[in-house]
């Protein structure tokens, strides 16, 4: 089996990463096979595995980089912000961003390609990235309730989190309907999803941080 130096397995690994992030938005993790990933990269189907466990393992390394760059779109979008109403606007927005703007998160989430993407075996890992995403999140969200009176200050982080998917994720799941009825029916505007979603936003934002 042939060996490489610390530098060429860095270079081959970021190559295996780039190539399975590009095969997979363009042909979908079922069809896309290690074959599909090795031969542009330039090395055998069995070298793959000096690399990663199984091509589930590369998926959730594009995941983790995915959503390292959400999060770092979050502490840039709240740098700043002394309103908690405009905070919490601006987490949902790049909520929002983050499942809308994200080919990657589109194939996982919006497209419904969990299981084929992430595997049998890689649970575990999917479940400590989402842990991690979140020990960076807590800091941001309690900054928010400490600062407003509204029902935020006493919601734990699940039911914030099961807000935003049951509302803003939900709506972005069904996005294409809302589109069709744009096109379809005469009594609704263009860019009637984008104002229910504006709205959404705004008014979940302004119920949750302002008193009762």
């Known amino acids: ?3 490489f130096s610390d530098e060429e397995r860095e270079q081959i ?7 399975g992030q590009e095969l997979v938005l363009t042909y979908g993790p079922t069809k896309t096979t290690v074959k599909d990933i090795t031969d542009p990269v330039g090395i055998a189907k ?3 595995y000096q690399f990663f466990d199984a091509k589930a393992d590369l998926y959730l390394v594009i995941l983790e980089r995915e959503s390292r760059t959400f999060l770092e779109n979050v502490h840039d979008a709240l740098d700043g912000v002394e309103d908690p109403q405009e905070g919490l606007e601006r987490l949902f927005w790049c909520y929002v961003e983050f499942g809308e703007e994200n080919p ?7 497209e419904g390609n969990y299981q084929d ?3 049998d075996g890689s649970w575990d890992t999917l479940d400590e990235i989402q842990r991690e995403m979140w020990s960076e999140l807590i800091p941001l969200i309690e900054d928010l309730q400490e600062r407003c009176d509204g029902p935020l200050t006493e919601m734990d982080l ?3 989190s099961g807000l935003m998917s049951a509302s803003l994720g939900w709506l972005m799941v069904h996005k294409a309907e809302y589109e069709q009825y ?6 609704i505007d263009e860019g009637y999803y984008d104002h229910i979603q504006e709205t959404m936003i705004s008014v979940l934002a302004n119920g949750l941080t302002s008193p009762a």
């Open 46 to 48: 069995p070298t793959f």
């Open 182 to 187: 744009e096109a379809e029916l005469e009594m």
């Open 117 to 119: 993407i992430i595997g």
């Open 1 to 3: 089996m042939r060996t």
């Open 158 to 160: 699940l039911t914030i």
């Open 104 to 110: 990657f998160i589109q194939q996982l989430v919006i």
């Open 13 to 19: 690994r970021e190559q295996l990463i780039q190539t």
